[in-house]
């Protein structure tokens, strides 16, 4: 047993509290607690984990942590000793949406069709009119057709006033697919919203979202575990800053994402690119255990 070991066992008693009484208090095994009072840090996930629960030890025995930690930082394991783990899970870049293009361009194909289709309407006009004035022109008496100067000039004017009414034409023409595209339904927006809180304990619902790509990134280094409602893990191990510093999962084809989180102040949540803020504060609780249920749209 080490020195640190002693001073937490000697507070804990002092408080009048057995080991089943601060597994409660804590909400961390025994045998982790029992570990960390018998000095024998094997058994406890990693470095980040053993900090987290000696923090709660002590404040559940009335301790200064910080305290602690500097009186035995000989007998506490160090972070930068962490050896990292290799995931097998690759990370995932987000598709982006295409379905906006589709929007920009629209409004543009209707416009050109509109132009062309008013532009043909005029020429049909014009043909129509010029083989009237030819049919309406008299005829010499060598049965020649005399050219009459009042139908070309009366040609000229019409085919003016039709070029000059075309671009106002066009212009209503274009107002109409804008109108069009503005009364499309608006899609709504995913709602990721607390079902419950309790202590460390957060639980999360995802709806009206089509996919659950869920996203964790470090902001300096932590030790996350990652899996699926069933208890199939798809991540454990360390991210760090500049290094392996984040995890893209997709969760899609599930019902439920588990995570631990060791360091939530270093940790960052991401569903569908957008942030998760935590429902308790990470200064408050370091360690968090998240659940995120997956509700699709057809649910």
Known sequence: MTELGN????????????????QVATKIQKRYLTGIEEGNYSMIPGPFYVRAFIKQYCEAVGLHAEEIFEQYKSDIPVIDDIPEKLSRVQTRKSI????????????K???AVFIIGAAAVVYYFL???????????????????????????????????????APAEETEEESKPVEEAEEEPAVPAQEITVAQSSGKNTVYELKNADQFQLKLVSTGATWVSISNGKGSNFFQGTLKKGETESQTIDFSKETEAVLIIGKSTETEIYINDQKVEYAVAPKDVVTQNITIRYLPNNE
């Open 7 to 22: 001073r937490l066992k000697e507070a804990r008693l002092e408080k009048g509290m057995s080991i089943d009484d601060l």
């Open 96 to 107: 982006p949406s295409g379905g906006s293009k589709l929007f920009e361009i629209l409004p």
């Open 109 to 111: 194909v209707l416009i």
């Open 127 to 165: 043909s129509q009119n010029n083989n009237d004035n030819m049919a309406d022109e008299p005829e010499d008496a060598q049965g020649n057709t005399t050219v009459v100067e009042e139908a070309k000039d009366f040609t000229e004017t019409e085919k003016n006033k039709d070029d000059q009414k």
